[in-house]
């Protein structure tokens, strides 16, 4: 498989893990398995990393967690995002598009005219 | 996602080391599970979803470090919010019910203020150190000049000593009034040894030694120099000589006590008065010592014991049983006060103690009211401790404000303290409000609140179920309340018992000590003093005092006039070695009080003369030597026979050791306060031992101001160097010398009345409220012919056996705790009985007093609207 990984900037993995959650309550593997799909696995995810961002986003309130018991009988942790952290989405993806327009205006200039 | 949502794990924290581990192992297998879906084996499946997932360890640690920091925040947060919440309900119940808060946080802001008052004094005598420098290692010891310079010279304890008396001048100004004040003569290092700068100018030199040149106190140059800056170099008259100003010492510095205005060269005494210097028996002199490093008081006082030996085998005739006693100078300028500081801020606790069981009983009264709100907000999940912890912010909240408003209460009660307590702080700015005294302040409130909150606070939050059953008067939650706070009132009771006994004992003891005899009639008495020191030597002094008295004696309105060296109540001066013919006395009957007296002395005070005759106009320098004694020492020498004829001799180095008939035996007046029996006293006459000094006494009915008058001419007429200080009736030198004993008395007095008010309040409350609670059963008992008297008897009886266990159990408490104040009590046990019927029989006149209106209106109780309620 030839994959692309895209060094993640700082903060990005948070913001995607509330898009994940902005379809509904999912526990951290499909979280994973969410930006997996999407991505096509262009975007491979630190699993790693992938959980303390989920604890720091639960500890800043734009998410909430809940305990239940899955069909294995083991207990699942599954993540549902708060009106903050919707707020916070949408202020990140508006942030996003900014910053990519402009950095495509910068990376599609043209040469400029010397005087 | 197809997990069922339930929930796991309700209440309680989580467990966070749990939680992570579960999580991440879910994890780990479902992403063994894909990759085993995709084909591969177990062991691969699991080799590959660890690989995709770095090291779980490191994972696990970094969740947990972010959970738990957060699982602490959220604590923080939630007991802030808990304590806002506490805070803000406490307020709010405060404020609802402002009789209660105002009577509370009165009673409250007394008790703390008059502690903290009280502490600040203790703080300031008995924790504050001594400010001198290294004050630790200051000793302290008396005895005469030439013995002090003995010790100096051969105790090897000591690295430096300095010695002071105490002396009396007449101070006058340029074209001023004379004026007595209190001064040190001092060693010209005494600075340097206490390790004091002057504010002003300079402490004293070797080179000042034998100069006329003083240092003044600090209250003495803002009270007769103005605070003038321009002192230095000044000239005042000092009992008729001039000194030059040469310093002006900080004001917080008073040495040995703040009684001290100056101080002038002790080598003015070896210059001026040799003989006084050099006399081992004059053993008014103390001296300091800073003690070597190293060296303990015990070494110091081995060393000074092997001097005192030696000095006795020399001199035996003045020294023989005579040592130094060393001890701290702390012991020896504050030691003395402890015991009454002590008692006062003893009973100022009580005080204190009282008053929060008084704040007790009225929160009690009010939960058996809020009982009901506690059990709905314990039902509705509000766990004990928090119901506790919300009463208990009450209480603190109470006690807080209470605690402010005492601290305000004590820096003014500070400002009032009269001179009388402050007399033996050793640091002028000693009794201040500093760290040490708010943090008693503070410990004091806090202590405060749990004293009068826990019990109630306890009682209160008791649980849901009984509370809330009980919906009728009289269940068991009120009984058990009123049971509690009978118990209050009983606590209460005993500890105004315990403050009124010991109000009682020194009432009993002022009055004692007042009603003395002091040997004289003080009513229509004036005295003053003269000073000779300036008359160039002993025939012109004694032509002078001769003199005095007779012009004294021709003053329009003055019925008697007289001196001696001695004033009555104040001092005698001096004691003296003696022998009487035919007679071996043995150590202690050898020594008596010597003074001498002039002719109209005994006349003036009116003390009555018993045998013989007074000293008189015969009894001249050239006359054959006479002596008059007092009543003791005539029982003393020659009991049951005729004293006059007989023959004595003072053994004093100083006077003539001429063989003195005793010519009259005289009554026997109080020389050294009203406390003290009579002592031994032999009188000579003054024109056959001159002094430097006279106590004059006046028999004049018009009082101190015409004499003042009549003194202005008088006095230069006799010698342009005479003037008279202290001038003042000897009712008020009477008054004055038991100050301290009236100012304990009336302290204690203003305490115990206080300690009944509040008992009175306290034993209203209750019986008040058990009377509410049994209306119930009154209106029963009259309904079945109880008249209003049995109805009386029935509250009467319960005031009466609430206070009476109060007051065995503090009678009980006092007998034993008045045995710590036997060093404040003159002429009365300890034990008095009569005082502790007296304080016991007023409190239960209080405790009937208190229950009196809640009884009648018992009595008034309608049978009938007493059965319908409830």
């Known amino acids: ?115 | 996602m197809t997990e069922r949502m339930r929930p796991d794990r309700p209440i309680g924290p989580p467990d966070v080391r749990k939680d992570v581990d579960d999580e991440l192992a879910f994890h780990l297998e479902e992403r063994q599970r894909d990759f085993a879906a995709r084909g591969l084996s177990d062991a691969e499946a699991r080799t590959a979803a660890l690989r995709r997932f770095g090291n779980p360890a490191d994972v696990a640690a970094a969740c947990r470090a972010i959970d738990e920091r957060w699982q602490q925040e959220v604590r923080r947060a939630s007991m802030l919010s808990d304590l806002r919440q506490d805070l803000v309900h406490a307020g709010r119940s405060l404020v609802m019910a402002p009789a209660f808060t105002i009577v509370a946080l009165l009673t409250l802001a007394l008790g703390i203020g008059a502690t903290t008052t009280m502490f600040s004094v203790v703080n300031a005598v008995l924790v504050q150190s001594l400010p001198f420098s290294d004050p630790d290692r200051l000793v302290a010891t008396r005895g005469s000049l030439a013995d002090l310079r003995d010790l100096e010279a051969g105790a090897r304890s000591f690295q430096q000593m300095a010695f002071w008396a105490s002396n009396l001048f007449n101070l006058r100004q340029e074209g001023g009034d004379s004026r007595q004040v209190l001064g040190g003569q001092v060693s010209t290092n005494l600075f340097a040894v206490l390790g004091v700068q002057p504010l002003l100018g300079r402490s004293f030199t070797p080179a000042d030694d034998r100069q006329n040149v003083i240092v003044l106190a600090h209250p003495l140059w803002q009270s007769q120099f103005g605070g003038d800056p321009e002192v230095l170099g000044r000239t005042v008259v000092l009992s008729g000589s001039s000194y030059t100003v040469v310093g002006v010492a900080p004001p917080w510095f008073r040495f040995p006590t703040s009684e001290f205005q100056l101080w002038a060269p002790l080598g003015i005494l070896d210059r001026d008065v040799p003989q006084q210097a050099a006399n081992r028996a004059f053993r008014i002199f103390s001296g300091i010592g800073r003690l070597d490093a190293g060296v303990t008081i015990e070494q110091a006082r081995g060393a000074a014991e092997a001097i005192a030996g030696r000095l006795a085998r020399e001199f035996p005739a003045t020294n023989e049983g005579i040592s130094f006693t060393i001890e701290s100078l702390y012991d020896r300028l504050v030691g003395d006060s402890r015991p009454t500081l002590a008692i006062l801020i003893g009973a100022v606790g009580l005080l204190l103690l009282i008053g929060c069981a008084n704040v007790a009983n009225l929160i009690l009264a009010r939960t058996t009211v809020r009982e009901r709100e506690m059990a709905i907000r314990m039902a509705l999940g509000a766990s004990r401790g928090r119901l506790v912890r919300q009463l208990m912010t009450e209480s603190l909240m109470l006690a807080g404000a209470g605690g402010l408003l005492g601290l305000l209460l004590a820096g003014w009660g500070i400002g009032l303290l009269p001179g009388l307590v402050d007399a033996r702080v050793p640091r002028g700015d000693g009794i201040r409000i500093d760290a040490t005294v708010l943090a008693f302040s503070a410990l004091a409130t806090v202590l405060t609140a749990i004293v009068f909150g826990l019990a109630p606070a306890l009682q209160a939050a008791r649980g849901p179920a009984s509370a809330l059953k009980e919906s009728g008067r009289g269940a068991g939650a009120a009984v058990r309340g009123r049971r509690l706070r009978r118990l209050i009132v009983i606590a209460e009771t005993a500890l105004a018992v315990v403050v009124l006994v010991g109000a009682g004992l020194l009432v009993r003891s002022y009055l004692a000590l007042t009603a003395r005899d002091p040997g004289f009639a003080p009513d229509h008495l004036v005295s003053f003093n003269v000073q000779f020191v300036a008359l160039p030597d002993v025939e012109s002094r004694r032509q002078a005092a001769s003199e005095l008295v007779e012009q004294l004696a021709r003053i329009p309105g003055v019925e008697a006039a007289g001196g001696a060296t001695g004033l009555p109540v104040v001092t005698p001066q001096r004691g003296t070695r003696f022998e009487a013919d035919g007679r071996v006395l043995n150590a202690d009957e050898a020594g008596a009080w010597f003074m001498a007296a002039s002719p109209g002395y005994f006349t003036a005070l009116q003390t009555q003369v018993l045998q013989g005759r007074a000293i008189d106009s015969r009894d001249t320098a050239a006359a054959a030597p006479v002596a008059v004694i007092n009543a003791v020492l005539a029982e003393q020498l020659f009991p049951g026979q005729r004293a006059i004829g007989r023959r004595l001799r003072l053994l004093d180095p100083q006077q003539s050791r001429d063989w003195r008939t005793i010519v009259g035996v005289v009554g026997d007046v109080a020389y050294r306060g009203l406390q003290e029996p009579p002592q031994p006293t032999i009188y000579t006459p003054f024109a056959q031992t001159p002094f430097m000094w006279l106590y004059v006494m006046l028999r004049a009915p018009g009082g101190v101001d015409p004499i003042a008058r009549s003194l202005r001419t008088v006095l230069p007429a006799v010698h342009p160097t005479l003037t008279a200080g202290n001038l003042r009736s000897m009712n008020e030198v009477i008054s004055q010398s038991v100050s301290v004993p009236r100012f304990n008395m009336l302290l204690l007095s203003a305490f115990a009345g206080f300690a009944l008010v509040l008992t009175a309040i306290g034993v209203y409350g209750v019986i008040a409220y058990s009377v509410a609670q049994r209306r119930q059963e009154v209106g029963v008992r009259m309904a079945i012919g109880a008249d209003g008297f049995d109805i009386l008897w029935l509250v009467l009886k319960e005031a009466l056996t609430t206070a009476s266990a109060g007051v065995v159990l503090g009678l009980v408490a006092a007998a034993l705790l008045s045995r710590f104040m036997g060093s404040l009590l003159f002429f009365v046990s300890a034990g008095d009985p009569p005082t502790l019927a007296a304080a016991g029989g007023a409190l239960l006149v209080v405790a009937l007093a208190a229950s009196a209106i809640p009884a009648v209106r018992a009595m008034r109780v309608a049978p009938v609207t007493a059965l319908r309620q409830e």
Do not use: C
């Open chain 1, 1 to 115: 498989m030839d994959r692309t990984t895209i060094d993640l900037l700082q903060g990005t993995l948070a913001v995607l893990i509330l898009k994940a959650l902005s379809w509904g309550p999912m526990h951290g593997y499909g979280i994973a398995r969410w930006i997996e799909d999407v991505t096509d696995q262009d975007l491979l995810v630190e699993e790693g990393s992938l959980y303390p961002a989920l604890h720091r986003l639960e500890a800043l309130g734009f998410v909430t967690s809940a305990w239940s018991i899955s069909d294995t009988n083991r207990r699942v942790k599954s993540y549902t995002i708060t009106d903050r952290g919707r707020q916070r989405l949408r202020a990140e993806t508006s942030r996003w598009d900014r910053f990519s327009v402009a950095v495509s205006r910068v990376l599609q200039a043209r040469r400029p005219r010397t005087a």
